[in-house]
């Protein structure tokens, strides 16, 4: 239970000196009932308070946050078959956030969380071209060739048409290592590319989202994401 004109604050509808004056101008009800009194107490999880007969609730803080996801990790809240998930991970963090796209069980790297949905479907939606950059080792000795071709595009399984710039870092007893830059980041594009061209992935790690990158934060750990790294991500949206 908190106090009404606390509570008016919270909700972003103005400070408490004025939601005192919005009592006494009885403008305020609480399960419609007019405010009398400044002191009155509402229950924000039980009672319906309205302003002007409005409904006001309170504004919840956006929160973003960057996790180094581990491998052998569903990037969900729960899972029906008892794996780990990132919850595990997430226990000492206050605010419920949910992840912004997915990484593959087994695959480890950057992940954004966050409870704010419309930030979160710019950063995934593939209008905004967002860029999502991951370091893989695949099979075979990668050549300019399969660069170009998953450049040019090639289909995946679901029909659609998947492609990608790939840098190739290097190459060791016919196992490749390359960096592969996507914008639209569906359901295992990374390993339908390569496997595409001939080389199935044998690991793979997300390792900048957006222009933001996990250096400094171990795989398991979370941190909540600067100031600069939400501008970065803002302006990562191409609109």
């Not at 780990?84 to 949910?98: A, G, S």
């Not at 995946?156 to 840098?167: M, N, P, T």
């Not at 900048?208 to 991500?233: C, H, Q």
Request: a positive charge.
């Amino acid at each position: 239970m908190i106090r009404i004109n606390k509570f008016l604050s919270i909700c972003g509808v103005t400070s408490r000196r004025g939601a005192e004056n919005l009592i006494n101008e009885k403008k305020v009800t609480i399960n419609d009932i007019t405010v009398e009194k400044l002191g009155t107490m509402v229950d924000p999880e039980k009672d319906i308070v309205k302003v002007d007969g409005t409904v006001v609730e309170p504004v919840e803080e956006k929160v973003y946050v960057l996790f180094n996801k581990p491998k052998q990790v569903m990037t969900t809240l729960h899972d029906p078959f008892k794996r780990k998930t990132i919850t595990t991970f997430l226990k000492d963090l206050p605010t419920r956030v949910y992840p912004v796209g997915r990484l593959d069980f087994d695959t480890e790297g950057v992940l954004i969380l966050t409870n704010d949905g419309d930030f979160a479907f710019q950063l995934t939606h593939p209008k905004y071209q967002v860029e999502k950059i991951y370091d893989a080792k695949v099979k075979g000795e990668f050549t300019k060739k399969d660069s170009d071709q998953i450049a040019a595009g090639v289909k995946l399984e679901d029909g659609a048409i998947g492609k990608g710039r790939v840098s190739i870092l290097g190459i060791m007893k016919s196992i490749s290592r390359i960096r592969i830059t996507l914008t639209e980041g569906r359901k295992r594009e990374v390993k339908q590319l390569c496997k595409s061209v001939g080389h199935p992935v044998i690991s793979l790690r997300r390792v900048e989202f957006g222009g933001v990158t996990a250096k400094g934060l171990k795989l398991g750990k979370w941190r909540y994401l600067k100031p600069s790294e939400i501008d970065m991500l803002q302006k990562a949206v191409k609109k």
